[in-house]
Every structure is written in C-alpha cells, then in structure tokens.
C-alpha cells in the first residue's frame, strides 16, 4: 500500500516551453503532498507543499508563477514548469503524507526533466 | 539554519561487511531523524525513524541512534547483502518540511 506514481519519468523539452508533471497517491487519499527538486549529487530541497482545494505554499526562492502546483483532488496533485529555461532541468520528485500523519511521506519515483 | 550533513559516497562494500553511514545535522527545536532508501528506478522509501532522542530505530538489520549530544544519526548494519545497493538519504523534519542529507551510495560487490 502507500504507493506514489509520476508521470513521465523522463520528459525533454524545448526552452521556452511549459511541461506539466502528475504526482498521483494510488491507493490512499492524500490531503498534502509535497514537490522536491533534486540536483546532482546534492540534497532533495522541498520547493512547495500542496494540500488540496487550496493554493499551494511555496518555499522562499522558488517563483510560484513558473512552478505552478495545482492539488484538485485527493490523489492528484500536478507541477506545472512554465517557459522552461535550461538551468529548470533537474529530477522532481513529489510525495504524499497519509492523513494528518506527521512523519509518514511515501515518495514518488521521481521525473527527469531536460530542458534543451 | 537547519540543514543534514551525510557523508559523501559511493561506499563500496564486500558482502557480509559492516556498514556505517555518517549524519549530523542542525535543527531548531528537537525534529525527529529519519534515514530514506532508494533503490534504482524507484522512489524513496522509509527505512527507519526516531522522535525523540536516545531513541534506536531500526529496520531490516539496519540501526540509528537519535544522538541529541552529538546531532548524530548514523546508520549501521552489521552485514550487509548485495540487495543493500542503494542510495541512502538522512533526513530531519517535522509535520510539514524536511531536510535531507546529499545522499550516499552504498556498492555491495559479491
């Protein structure tokens, strides 16, 4: 149980074009999921938290009109990269907390994203 | 500011070795400890926590001690398998935000 999809798991780009990632829980509901970025060899940073039916919140540096997150429904959360630019590529990663379960995240596997 | 701090890898390993891996980490207030696995291709996983300190988790032959003295959460295991091959990633954190370590790479060769 507890599992997290993405989708794609590779996805290239040209710049200036928008791409859209889906974190989906699928067999549990997920009030907050959370999207992380992943640069080589270094620490997954958390880029925003995204609870459902409400606007998500954003960490300090990351530009809430180029990763747009939108959480529509309980098992559905999507990062939106707009007009992406080279430096946008990276691994995202989402995950999903269960309830109000404070310690419990179940991750997702991850999108490579390369933005030509 | 709060940050995680794990030793840098690969860490290449013959079956049946010992393993440690180093974390230390920074934190306002008392987080709880955690220690993730990722296999490859897969997504994070959950290996084991503590929430408070002096507290062991443990999970799969693996260990750590919450070391409150030393802000310290170094995971062990006494003999590790080739099916141990993975990244291994320290985190702290709490209800909403956590912080994880770069990651190391655990090799175990037959």
């Known amino acids: 149980g507890a599992v997290v999809s993405q989708h794609p798991s590779r996805v290239i780009c040209k710049s200036g074009t928008s791409v859209k990632i889906e974190c989906r829980s699928l067999?549990?509901?997920?009030?907050?999921m959370f999207w992380y970025r992943q640069f080589p060899k270094q620490s997954l940073m958390l880029m925003a938290t995204s609870n459902e039916g409400s606007k998500a919140t954003y960490e300090q540096g990351v530009e809430k009109d180029k990763f747009l997150i939108n959480h529509a429904s309980l098992t559905l959360s999507t990062l939106t990269v707009t007009s992406a630019h080279p430096e946008d590529s990276s691994f995202y990663i989402c995950?999903?907390?269960?309830?109000?379960?404070?310690?419990?995240?179940?991750f997702g596997p991850g999108t490579r994203l390369t933005v030509t | 500011g709060d940050s995680v701090t794990q030793m840098e890898g690969p860490v290449t390993l013959s079956e049946e070795a010992f393993l440690t891996i180093n974390c230390t980490y920074t934190?306002?207030?008392?987080?709880?400890l955690f220690w993730y696995v990722q296999y490859p291709g897969e997504g994070l996983q959950l290996l084991l926590k503590?929430?408070?300190?002096?507290d062991k988790g443990s999970n799969k032959g693996f260990e750590a001690t919450y070391r409150k003295e030393t802000t310290s959460f170094h995971l062990e295991k006494g003999s590790v398998q080739v099916s141990d091959s993975a990244v291994y990633f320290c985190a702290h954190g709490g209800f909403n935000k956590f912080y994880f370590g770069s990651g190391t790479k655990l090799n175990v060769k037959p």
């Open positions: 067999d549990f509901q997920a009030t907050t």
């Open positions: 503590a929430t408070k300190a002096d």
């Open positions: 934190a306002t207030g008392y987080p709880s």
């Open positions: 995950s999903a907390r269960v309830g109000q379960t404070p310690y419990e995240q179940y």
